[in-house]
Structures are given as structure tokens and as C-alpha cells.
């Protein structure tokens, strides 16, 4: 629920923060933010597979150089946080309680 608090934050609409916090995939994103979720995804899950044809398709969508790596750096900071928060037990905000994942 934190990451839709903070897209609301940077002016998202209600409706597309929770869509996009309870599956991506069904919200109305544009192909740009459609891309870039599938490259974060990506380079989440299966970083060592991330190729020139993942860049490719970022630069399809209107990305310049120093965007794709302000995503991977995004990217990769919000995953080593995580993992950190996870690794010495740091627990979710109450407000949190019973929100889907």
C-alpha cells in the first residue's frame, strides 16, 4: 500500500494506485508505463536475463539513455530496501493490516 500512497503522491489518480497496487496488468496504463513495468518486473525477477532488446523496447517507447537508468536505479534501490527491511525484520505499517499484497 506504500508504493500506491506514493503514486498518489505524484499525482495518480485514486483509481489507478490501487489498480496498480493490487495487479498492474489490469490497470489503464499507457505503452510507456506498460513497458517500464514489464522491465522492473523483469529486472526484479530475472535481472541476469535483462538484454539489449529489453533496452530496445524502453527506447521504443520514447526513453533516452539516462531515463533507462533512472529506472534501473529506482529499480534496483526500492529491491535492496525491501530486502533489507525483510532481512532484520522490520514490520509493515499498521495501517497496512489486511491490505492485498
Not at 4 to 24: I, N, P, S
Not at 74 to 96: C, H, K, L, Q, S
Request: one cysteine or more; a negative charge; proline letters at 3%.
Amino acid at each position: 500500500m506504500a508504493h500506491a500512497d506514493d503514486l498518489r503522491a505524484e499525482g495518480a489518480t485514486a483509481e489507478l494506485a490501487e489498480h496498480v497496487a493490487h495487479d498492474w496488468r489490469q490497470a489503464e496504463l499507457s505503452p510507456r508505463e506498460r513497458a517500464l513495468c514489464e522491465f522492473a518486473v523483469k529486472l526484479t525477477h530475472l535481472a541476469a536475463e535483462i538484454d539489449q532488446g529489453d533496452i530496445d523496447a524502453l527506447r521504443a517507447e520514447g526513453l533516452v539513455d539516462a531515463a533507462i537508468s533512472d529506472a534501473i536505479q529506482v529499480v534496483g534501490y526500492f529491491n535492496y530496501v525491501t530486502r533489507i527491511a525483510d532481512g532484520v525484520g522490520i514490520d509493515d505499517e499498521p495501517e497496512w493490516a489486511g491490505a492485498p499484497d
